[in-house]
């Protein structure tokens, strides 16, 4: 073995792409069967050796492993994300509309939106999941109307329209494959309620900060550095990493809307405004899409059974 | 249950081995078949732990390195046989349809 070589820095820099927690439990274990398992004269890592370890290492990070303790991770943040999310939903509403009513003539429109996303609340707050699941279907498609038809909603519909799709393509996976509302009444604690000012917080000083500055750059920058700040509370507030995941997921919407049409990056391939176009659509919701997958894999993943 | 998985825990059936074992193993045991890769072994490992079918034998230091063995839990053991036993009853029941002359001797 060498220590310090080229080629142990070189592991040491793979092993960073497993979480903390694996490398200060087997680091220098692996580091050593790595080593040992090297042939002579090499000098760094090989191609199939560090795929594996970068593999590897980030599945864990998205507790993709078909560990007992990370299906049950997953199970357990869908529950606690159905009880969660639409109260985000209706909190960064109503903050929308105290920051952006008079700039909102259609007031009608407005306080229907509130009023379905209250419902939500109240459906998954009592437990019933389907006719959340029923309530959700009609927001979307209230929301997709309000984008498109219904004049006056503004600001509120663009952040609803990113964050709420977002949040409920995730409530939705979570009432589909999550032991439900029920379950994750008995999981939330009180951090999972005091994380939700500061990502509202983030989402509306993103929108405010948008549509006061010219070319927002700067609030693009603002808003990935909120979430980052939402996603160190969380942690503080030992809220899991799965959860943590599933909220940052939510604003993936709005960082992309905000770096393709603000920054004019990729509007030459996209017209973002044209909802009609599925890639648009599909890229536009690819992080709460591929979170939603992974967590509704993850939760409902059957033991496999190979023939050897 | 995966073929690596029952591979590792095959390797740790008769006694408590370390990493660099249970990979040196596995490829004897699948007679080359299968090489399993350090990345792969240790992820494996971590998660039989987490779901308490081996657990840590003991600890040493070689080389400056730490080298820590792992063995079956009681319940590693069970899961095992009752792997194993099935797959004797699939493949006897394989072998006996291949061969039916055989099977009635």
């Known amino acids: 073995m060498t220590g310090g070589t080229g080629l142990e820095r070189g592991y040491r820099r793979l092993l960073a792409c497993y979480p903390r927690r694996f490398r200060d439990e087997h680091g220098e274990e692996l580091l050593g069967v790595l080593l040992a398992s090297t042939s002579d004269g090499q000098h ?14 980030l599945g864990m990070r998205l507790h993709l492993d078909n560990s007992r303790s990370a299906r049950q991770g997953w199970s357990d943040a869908l529950a606690a994300y159905s009880l ?19 700039i909102n003539p259609n007031p009608a429109a407005v306080m229907s939106l509130v009023a379905i996303e209250a419902v939500i609340v109240v459906l998954v707050m009592a437990g019933r999941r389907k006719t959340a699941l029923a309530a959700l279907a009609l927001s979307v498609a209230f929301l997709w109307l309000g984008a498109n ?6 600001l509120l519909v663009r952040l609803n329209l990113g964050a709420g799709l977002s949040v409920y393509l995730l409530e939705a996976a979570a009432l589909i494959a999550s032991p439900g509302p029920r379950h994750g009444r008995r999981l939330v604690h009180w951090g999972h309620w005091a994380v939700l000012p500061a990502a509202v917080a983030a989402q509306t000083c993103f929108v405010v900060m ?10 693009l920058g603002l808003l990935v550095i909120l979430i980052f700040a939402v996603n160190r509370l969380g942690q503080a507030l030992r809220l899991s990493r799965s959860f943590r995941l599933l909220l940052a997921a939510t604003f993936y919407p709005i960082v992309f809307w905000s770096a393709t049409l603000d920054l004019g990056g990729l509007r030459l391939l996209l017209d973002l405004n044209d909802l009609s176009y599925p890639s648009a659509l599909a890229l536009w919701f690819a992080g709460p899409l591929l979170c939603a997958a992974v967590a509704l894999s993850a939760a409902i993943r059957p033991r496999r059974h190979r023939i050897i | 249950m995966q073929e690596a998985t029952f591979l590792i825990l095959t390797a740790l059936a008769a006694r408590a081995q370390h990493g660099y074992g249970i990979l040196s193993d596995v490829q004897q045991i699948s007679r080359g078949r299968v090489r399993l890769r350090p990345g792969t072994l240790y992820t494996a490992l971590d998660r039989l732990r987490a779901d308490e079918l081996i657990e840590v034998d003991h600890e040493e230091v070689v080389e400056t390195r730490l080298r ?8 590693g053991s069970a899961r095992l046989a009752a792997e194993a036993a099935q797959l004797q009853a699939n493949a006897a029941v394989a072998l006996a349809r291949l061969n039916p002359a055989r099977g009635a001797t």
């Open chain 1, 44 to 57: 760094r890592p090989g191609l199939l050796e560090s795929a594996d370890l970068v593999w590897n290492g």
């Open chain 1, 84 to 102: 969660v999310g639409p109260v985000l939903l209706l909190l960064t509403t109503i903050t929308g509309i105290v920051l952006e009513l008079p």
């Open chain 1, 149 to 154: 038809r219904i004049p006056g909603l503004g």
């Open chain 1, 210 to 219: 948008s549509d006061r500055v010219q070319g927002s750059l700067a609030a």
């Open chain 2, 68 to 75: 820590r063995y792992y063995r079956l839990t009681p319940a």
